[in-house]
């Protein structure tokens, strides 16, 4: 039996949920002064490769370039072309020929991404992702960290809270990268052989790793903060410092690490508590030195992602989801045939006044039409019969009170407006 693809299929009931998201997620962005980016599903496979593999050794970079989703010709070779696995190195490459000294560059997407899942199936996940592109200061991060509470907290989730860890600088994580890989040759029978691997060459790599009897990852080794040079401690002190001046919870995760070896200096998680267990929601952290790598100007920069389908999921789960206002939709069906033409009239006129229409398609007793009407959440209902066109009238109900009454053509629109206004005010 084949395996099903794991991609969304997004219904209309769904559909309102995901939008009122994505609303307070864009009100949050834009009271912050973050502009939108929109970025093509369809990436350059080179491009990524470029970008993905800054940085890394070419065992790890392997592991990673694995994941992407390429497009294949119909000689089943590669193409140039991959889905979208992430935004960062796009955003990069469209900034870079922008780019000024002196401008601040603060961009937002979000949408689908693509990568194969932990059973190399291919899959589709949500994600939101956040950039605050030429600035290397210590309040730019942490506009970025507060960024990502904020939203969190916007959408209900309040007990949210940061992990922050620190992967110093190109100047004292060497020192760090060769205790950390001595730890791991002493201990290495703790290890399984896929995690030697992946931590001899990322040491701040975070595996997958599910052997009980294995290590899993550099917890029990040396700490990097041990390793940091002075201005990397520097930075980091006063990055808790303004996270406690702000009242903000987080943690010291000495053991906090990432997958790509472009961060430096601070990164950190975004947590939250659900089904008794601490769940990652998205994280991020500055790389400074990957623009140099991907486009050759240098960019310096910081960022975070939001697994929006994770925080869906949660919202969800706690019933925070505020169904939108009804809005006012009028039923019209027929009870005669050849009365389409003058149905569709009253349907554009009704359009022309805002006013939501669902017409019936087929011919049904009123009983049932009516009972149609009601389940579709329509207020007011208007029935077309011949002999009540022949004396230019219209049988008008109002569902919410209960009332009909035979109108006048030309009163319709009137009279349907002022049962919605009557809805509104109740």
Request: glycine share 4%; net charge negative; proline share 3%.
């Amino acid at each position: 039996m084949k395996k099903p693809l794991l991609f969304h299929e997004i219904m209309p009931d769904e559909v309102w949920k995901w939008k009122f998201l994505e609303s307070q997620v864009e009100q949050v962005l834009n009271l912050n002064n973050y502009t939108e980016i929109r970025l093509s599903v369809l990436q350059d496979y080179e491009t990524l490769y470029k970008g993905i593999t800054a940085l890394l050794d070419t065992e790890e970079a392997q592991q990673i370039t694995n994941l992407i989703l390429n497009l294949d010709q119909p000689d089943n070779n590669v193409s140039l072309l991959s889905l979208r696995p992430e935004g960062t190195i796009s955003v990069l490459n469209h900034v870079a020929s922008r780019f000024r000294d002196d401008k601040i560059h603060r961009i937002y997407y979000h949408g689908p991404m693509f990568r194969k899942s932990d059973g190399m199936n291919p899959m589709e996940f949500y994600q939101l992702g956040v950039e605050l592109l030429g600035s290397d200061s210590i309040l730019s991060e942490n506009e970025v960290m507060n960024l990502g509470l904020k939203i969190c907290e916007r959408l209900g989730l309040r007990d949210a809270w940061l992990e922050i860890n620190s992967f110093g600088c190109q100047s004292c994580r060497p020192r760090y990268f060769k205790a950390m890989r001595e730890f791991i040759e002493e201990h290495k029978s703790e290890y399984c052989s896929t995690c030697i691997e992946a931590l001899f060459n990322n040491p701040l790599a975070s595996t997958e790793c599910m052997d009980e009897k294995c290590f899993h990852s550099a917890k029990q080794g040396p700490k990097i903060q041990d390793y940091l040079c002075s201005k990397c401690k520097t930075n980091f002190a006063k990055v808790k410092k303004i996270q406690t001046n702000l009242s903000h919870k987080y943690h010291i995760n000495h053991h906090l690490f990432k997958n790509f070896s472009y961060y430096n200096e601070t990164v950190f998680d975004l947590k939250i508590q659900t089904n008794g267990k601490a769940e990652t929601i998205g994280g991020g952290g500055r790389y400074d030195f990957l623009s140099n790598q991907v486009t050759g100007k240098q960019i310096p920069a910081v960022g975070f992602y939001l697994n929006l389908d994770m925080i869906y999921g949660i919202m969800s789960a706690r019933n925070i989801f505020q169904h939108p206002d009804r809005s006012f939709k009028v039923y019209i069906c027929s009870q005669s045939h050849d009365l389409e033409i003058i149905l569709l009239q009253i349907v554009e006129e009704m359009h022309q006044q805002n006013l939501s229409t669902i017409i019936s398609t087929d011919l049904l007793e009123t009983k049932a039409e009516v009972a149609n009407a009601e389940k579709l959440g329509c207020q007011a209902m208007v029935i077309l019969r011949a002999e009540n066109i022949s004396d230019g009238k219209v049988l008008l109900k109002n569902l919410a009170k209960e009332k009909q009454d035979y109108i006048l053509l030309s009163d319709l629109i009137p009279e349907v407006d002022l049962i919605r206004r009557s809805v509104q005010f109740t």
